[in-house]
């Protein structure tokens, strides 16, 4: 069975408030390349179409193709409207600029993982929206009714269209961490 195509959105357009406003995919992890780079390299070894999704002037610099948030929405939805839309019959990758400790291979699980409306680890009792993959063409109208009614959690969106957990080891859940604070980045 032919696997089905994909689209990657890194979502780039929160502010990083807790960061004094840098940009956190622009953050440079151990081995000295930023977090997107990263992210790019693993997306170009498992042969992924990627985009950046929000619109930061300080990620122009990549040259990754980006897409705005959209407008029906605020926060981390209105990101994940705007990936969804663009990946049509699809399915849509979310993941999180700041996360600086994801591997090949869990891109891969999630990847390879079977078919469900959205499959995604869970950490601590809660999903882990922005490193899911959702099929873009069965969410969007769930995520579309959620932006209307003024309700932009994650949590709920993931709820409301059935999710599936992607099985994850301690090891795995911790590669799941991101970079919030400053103090977060000590932990290399």
């Known amino acids: 069975m032919a696997m089905r195509r994909v689209l990657v959105g890194v979502l ?3 502010e990083s408030r807790r960061m004094g406003g840098s940009p956190k995919g622009l953050l440079r992890v ?7 780079e990263r992210w790019g390299g693993i997306f170009d070894r498992l042969g992924i179409e990627r985009v950046l999704v929000g619109a930061r002037p300080e990620y122009e610099v ?6 705005a948030d959209d407008p029906a929405a605020h926060g981390p939805l209105a ?3 705007s990936l969804l839309s663009e990946a049509g019959d699809r399915y849509a990758i979310a993941v999180a600029c700041d996360m600086p400790y994801v591997g090949d ?10 078919d469900a409306t959205v499959v995604a680890p869970r950490r601590e009792d809660r999903w882990e929206p922005l490193f899911a993959r959702y099929d873009a063409k069965r969410v969007l109208p769930i995520a579309r009714a959620q932006a209307v009614e003024g309700r932009m959690a994650l949590q709920r969106l993931l709820d409301r269209s059935g999710a599936v957990e992607l099985p994850t080891d301690e090891e795995e859940r911790r590669a799941l961490g991101d970079w919030d604070s400053e103090t977060d980045i000590d932990r290399t």
Do not use: F, N, P, Q
């Open 62 to 67: 990549l040259g990754w193709r980006t897409l």
């Open 105 to 114: 291979d869990l891109v891969r699980r999630l990847l390879e993982a079977g």
């Open 30 to 36: 151990s081995t000295g390349e930023t977090i997107l």
């Open 12 to 14: 780039v357009g929160g």
């Open 79 to 81: 990101g994940l409207l």
